[in-house]
């Protein structure tokens, strides 16, 4: 079936550490992927997407690439920032109706 | 433009009280998706909506939890009898075909 898995966290880093989310997704077909990140408090809040393969989504500094091949869409950024902590929650849309989340993340930088 | 609000933002309410949550999505967003959030947790999908199609109830953890939608407009989700392990974060979601959700605040329920 149709399913979302993200790397489990907390994942803590220094400020201007690269940072990776492992995310791969199963399908039959192919998903819209997305990436939301929910601060401190706040809602969740779409941080970027990608509708099919081999697009990069990028926001904030922040990337992710559809990749067929490996059925991922790894979550990437080469310097966090201690504004960077968050929860970060990987997503597939897999029809008009049917959305995935995966688990969610917790990132913490630390100055 | 305007994003999706929900209300109450908080609710406290007492054990076998029943609770009604409002979710007003972006106007022309034909999709709808009800989330429960305990805290430190992920998300937890109770119910979707779309245009005037039968809802998708699948994610409903008993009978005790209902929601309704008028065509594509407000929605309201409710708990009745509420329950000690209710309490967490409601969260709504709307979507236009093929695009992202955008999610409202959330509305934290507390049942004592």
């Known amino acids: 079936g149709n399913s979302v898995t993200q790397m489990e966290g907390p994942v803590t880093l220094s400020e201007e550490a690269f940072l990776t989310i492992n995310c791969t997704y199963t399908a039959t077909g192919y998903p819209s992927l997305f990436w939301y990140v929910q601060y401190p408090g706040e809602g969740l809040q779409l941080l970027l997407k990608a509708t099919k393969a081999d697009d990069k989504g990028s926001n904030k500094g922040f990337e992710a690439t559809y990749r067929k091949e490996t059925t991922s869409f790894h979550l990437e950024k080469g310097s966090v920032q201690v504004s960077d902590s968050a929860v970060y929650f990987c997503?597939?849309?897999?029809?008009?109706?049917?959305?995935?989340f995966g688990a969610g993340t917790r990132l913490t930088v630390k100055p | 433009g305007a994003g999706v609000s929900q209300s109450p933002s908080n609710k406290v309410t007492e054990k076998g009280k029943d609770v009604e949550l409002r979710c007003d999505p972006i106007s022309g967003h034909t999709a709808l998706y009800w989330y429960r959030q305990r805290l430190g947790q992920g998300l937890e999908f109770l119910i979707y909506f779309q245009g005037n199609s039968a809802p998708d109830k699948s994610g409903l953890p008993s009978d005790r939890f209902s929601a309704e939608r008028t065509g594509e407009s407000v929605s309201t989700l409710t708990i009745q009898r509420t329950q000690q392990e209710d309490s967490a974060v409601y969260l709504c979601?709307?979507?236009?075909?093929?695009?992202?959700?955008?999610f409202g605040p959330g509305t934290r329920l507390t049942v004592t």
């Open positions: 979601a709307s979507r236009v075909s093929w695009g992202a959700q955008y």
């Open positions: 997503a597939g849309g897999y029809n008009n109706n049917d959305m995935r």
